[in-house]
């Protein structure tokens, strides 16, 4: 196949890429749009596969079916609620991918002189530090996303001096390949150290703030695919990655945006470790107290009430009680209250995560509010119910200045008549942060597992 | 083509992707934004491109060889599973229309 109809081919993939991101703007085409994404990939596969340069298959088409199967396996099987940790891990190899594709790239022209023009190396060098960094740091948030390490901040002493010194000496490194160094053990150190770095960088950022960091992993990986392209001169690989590499940096924005938070505090915030909250204090000094009232007090709460507002948290998620939740709200509406559902643009471990898994549970969407739309409705709502949220509704983000969170906007649930808080005991949330919204007057606590809990509500709810 | 020319041209296209790129995903809704994530990554899996054309080539020594294979092992798990992920996604989202199933 002529290098000119190659280069038309993959344009076709590119076309298919940047119409399945366009169908993601509404909910009916979305679906549609990514099986046109997939198509397109299948088209860059067949293409690449008829190269001339393409003299050994069974390499690939064995790796295919290795890495394939376990992608399929792993998509298939893992629930709504491990969605973050799935991307987080499909990133990674991503990301591994590209640096692997530079080791290869500079092992086989690095020995000839001459073999490695200037911005060729430079690609090497760049797609090798960000790959490495996306799959070491991917693997990190994977990890604490799955809780097989601890969420919270991993801190040590001097670790931004030994961060910033490693980074230096990678970034060392990688201007020596850049500028034409053929050795080939600079490379190894780079891996090494990148990978290092990738680690060191996740190890310290909190388990709430992982959707900003997934997020930026995205665009990395985005970014190490395109600087792979300008290594193998292909057009496919420069803007598929760069389209990836635009769209994780804009909603890394967004998600700073939400949280009032520079994507540099977040980064280097090592934010989350416990901190005590002032006001928390104070009130607790005023012999303000936890109330806990019982299911069957929530059920009249809920069963007489003219509107109820929902706000699901990744409590929600974890305990599976999406399906109850709907459940619950059906009974309600068929009572004739007014059910909705408050959705905090960064609640759940990636943006847009509490959507998904009340779209698993069929909920119907206009219900869903978004943040500003669900503050207007809180004065004249009856009952907020707060399932397994704690830090997107803490008032400490508006009224005390001392507040790690302080700034951030938040549900304010507390203008609500009365707020209902199912929460498994008094921890603070996954950010470690205390929250005031417990002691208030017009606050009763439901503790037990929120699918536990909805489920005994819905029971006691008909009952009535 | 000269090799300049053709990096002068790649530099192009890289930065109307940047600008593509921020324009296609401004419009969707935050509703859809873990699938857009997940989209994108599946998108990256590009990368299986890059892969195959380093596990394809002709006489390559040992290094080469394995570093090939496994990064087509790895791209291809981000191919299939970024895609197959979202598309279970996106079918819970089709299904909104549903009547209340109590």
Redesign the interface.
Known sequence: MSREVTNLLYLVTIVTFILALRFLSNPATARRGNQIGAAGMLLAIVVTFLQKSIDSYWEIALGMVVGGTFGLVAARKVRMTAMPQMVALFNGVGGGAAALISLAEFHRLAPEPGGLQADISTAIALSAIIGSISFSGSMVAFAKLQELIRGRPIVFPFQKTVNALLFAAVLAAGIAIAAGSEQQWLMWALLAGASLFGVLFVLPIGGADMPVVISLLNAFTGLAAAATGFELENNVLIVSGMLVGASGTFLTIMMGKAMNRSIANVLFGAFGQIAPSPAAAGASANGGQVRSATTDDVAVMLGYAHKVVFVPGYGMAVAQAQHDVRALADLLESRGVEVSYAIHPVAGRMPGHMNVLLAEANVPYPQLKEMEDANAEFPRTDVALVIGANDVVNPDARNNAGSPIYGMPILNVDNAQAVVVLKRSMNPGFAGIENPLFLNPKTVMLFGDAKDSIEKLAGAVKGL | MS?GL??TF?IT??VL??????E??????????????????????????????????????T???I??????????????????????????????E?K???
Do not use: Q, W, Y
């Open positions: 090799h053709l990096l790649e296209i890289l992707a940047i600008f593509l790129g921020f296609v995903i401004s419009k969707v809704p935050t509703l859809l934004h873990t699938p857009l994530m997940s989209g994108t990554n599946a998108i990256h899996g590009i990368v299986i491109v890059g892969a195959m054309l380093v596990a394809g080539l002709g006489d390559k020594d290094l080469t060889t570093v090939g294979f496994v990064a087509v092992v790895l791209a291809s798990a981000n191919v299939v599973g970024g895609f197959v992920v979202t598309d279970r996604m996106l079918e819970m989202f089709k299904k909104r549903k209340p199933d109590t």
